[in-house]
């Protein structure tokens, strides 16, 4: 693959995901999806979950975690305004698919990478919505990690995209994964929930069949 883009719904999503991937092709482009900044003094569940506390403060401290990580790997941060969900009410899939549908216009990548959208709501709306603004690219989709693992019963919901794109497995990547777990260890502020050690086995990819 070359001129990759790869969708992360969250700040670290892509590379707990497909890090291997990430690392096999310098110059990636990482779109994260929900990276908006919220206002001063908002605290989120999940903010006071990791201890980060104000949610202005999280959010700048984890885009400076996630440069620092793509950095590790070769790659480049694109942080998109959307909130995550635990700041505001969801966002439209138009709006959203608006927004990346421009971000594959202007840079024109080969290869698009996206999430299944697994468990978190979303993650499931990134999923729906990133597969229709790919068309005309070499289009795969990772699973989310480490929901993927944590979960059996995630399952069902790929099972469920794959049917519903008519996708087929990707061998594992195979990549360098020791590079991967470097830039898994800058997202100091994450490390407590995201189970780092469930995202180090085989990357699982489904290539989704070409689109004009």
């Given amino acids: 693959m070359s001129g990759l883009m790869v969708f992360s719904t969250h700040l670290d999503d892509a590379v707990l995901s497909a890090g291997e991937v990430i690392a096999a092709h310098p110059g990636a482009v990482v779109v994260t999806v929900f990276a908006g900044l919220p206002a001063t003094g908002t605290r989120g569940r999940y903010d006071a979950a990791t ?115 008519g996708a087929t497995a990707h061998p594992p990547t195979g990549g360098d994964r020791a590079a991967k777990e470097r830039a898994i260890g800058a997202y100091v502020s994450q490390l407590a929930t995201v189970l780092p050690e469930l995202c180090l086995g085989p990357e699982q990819l489904w290539r989704l069949p070409a689109r004009p």
């Avoid at 305004?81 to 990346?100: C, G, N």
């Fill in 51 to 165: 201890g980060l506390g104000d949610g202005h403060r999280a959010m700048s401290s984890r885009r400076d975690e996630d440069t620092a990580a793509l950095a590790t790997l070769g790659a480049y941060p694109v942080h998109l305004d959307f909130l995550d969900r635990q700041y505001r009410h969801p966002s439209s899939d138009e709006e959203i698919a608006e927004r990346l549908r421009s971000l594959v216009t202007a840079h024109r990548p080969t290869t698009v990478l996206g999430p299944v959208g697994l468990v978190h709501p979303d993650h499931r709306q990134v999923g729906r919505v990133w597969p229709a603004v790919a068309a005309g690219t070499d289009t795969l989709a990772y699973e989310d990690m480490p929901y993927r693992r944590q979960f059996p019963a995630t399952d069902d919901a790929v099972r469920a995209f794959v049917a519903a794109h």
